[in-house]
């Protein structure tokens, strides 16, 4: 890796959105042909690259809830959909020649491996980009905190949020509210006392505990994720 590198392993968090362009809904390729290009990019200065991939496209657990199904039968609907999200986004990586697995937090051997920690870890060493999908298998939870999970486990550098068309954290929503500004850094208590919607608690009490920094960027323009490992200051840094 280039000495200009400040971050060498990496945790993303794409999500579903991220993959859905516009319409926020489904899967749109050519959306996702853009992101596999950035990925890319950063994976070609020898960057280890591990994603996590949400399923906001597709479904929300909660969605569901709200209009009577059983919580955990709706949340597993939701784990499908990372799934199809992540077969769709190693597609497109491999289309333009990065190596990648896709691992499953709930098995499904036909078409992609368990998640194995150890394994995951080796593929890493070895170059290729780890898609982690199925959230962490368990209901209940987010592919927010899939994120911190995996980035502890993985001893990651960093979680790098990517986010559709917002610059990083902001004390309101930027799209609603004018007055809204952006912080420049926080803590991971912060964005808990704060309420700021960033991850839900869960997934900023997990990083916080395990000391786990967080980039929130705008992954809609081009080569922001490169300028985010090489440590520039665009975005949101949550520390400590
Ligand atoms: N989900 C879950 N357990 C997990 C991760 C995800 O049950 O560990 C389900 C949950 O229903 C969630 C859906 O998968 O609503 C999609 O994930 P998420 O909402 O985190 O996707 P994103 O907002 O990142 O697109």
């Known amino acids: 890796v280039a000495d200009n590198i400040k971050y060498k392993r990496v945790l993303l968090?794409?999500?579903?959105?991220?993959?859905?362009?516009?319409?926020?809904?489904?899967?749109?390729?050519?959306?996702?042909?853009?992101?596999?290009?950035?990925?890319?990019?950063?994976?070609?200065?020898?960057?280890?690259?591990?994603?996590?991939?949400?399923?906001?496209n597709m479904w929300r657990g909660v969605t569901g809830a709200k209009i009577g199904m059983e919580r955990a039968q709706a949340d597993y609907i939701g784990m499908l959909g990372t799934v199809m999200n992540a077969l769709a986004l190693q597609d497109s990586l491999e289309a333009i020649g990065a190596p990648t697995r896709v691992q499953t937090a709930i098995e499904m051997r036909q078409i992609a491996?368990?998640?194995i920690r150890r394994k995951a870890m080796?593929?890493?060493?070895?170059?290729?980009?780890v898609i982690f999908a199925a959230g962490t298998g368990s209901p209940y939870f987010s592919t927010d905190t899939t994120a911190a999970l995996r980035a502890s486990e993985i001893n990651a550098d960093v979680i790098l949020m990517a986010k559709n068309g917002?610059?990083?954290?902001?004390?309101?929503?930027?799209?609603?509210?004018?007055?809204?500004?952006?912080?420049?850094?926080?803590?991971?208590?912060?964005?808990?006392?704060?309420?700021?919607?960033?991850m839900d608690t869960t997934a900023s009490s997990l990083s916080m505990d395990n000391d786990i920094p967080l980039v929130v960027f705008n992954m809609n323009q081009h080569g922001n994720i490169k300028e985010v490992v090489e440590g520039k200051n665009i975005g949101t840094t949550v520390e400590g």
């Open 166 to 198: 917002v610059d990083g954290i902001y004390s309101a929503d930027p799209k609603k509210d004018a007055s809204a500004v952006k912080f420049d850094k926080l803590t991971h208590m912060d964005i808990i006392n704060k309420g700021l919607s960033v």
């Open 113 to 115: 491996e368990p998640y």
């Open 13 to 56: 968090k794409l999500s579903g959105e991220a993959l859905a362009g516009e319409n926020e809904k489904g899967i749109n390729p050519l959306e996702i042909k853009k992101v596999a290009e950035e990925i890319k990019e950063v994976h070609d200065l020898g960057v280890q690259i591990a994603i996590v991939v949400g399923g906001g």
């Open 122 to 129: 080796r593929h890493l060493e070895k170059g290729r980009i």
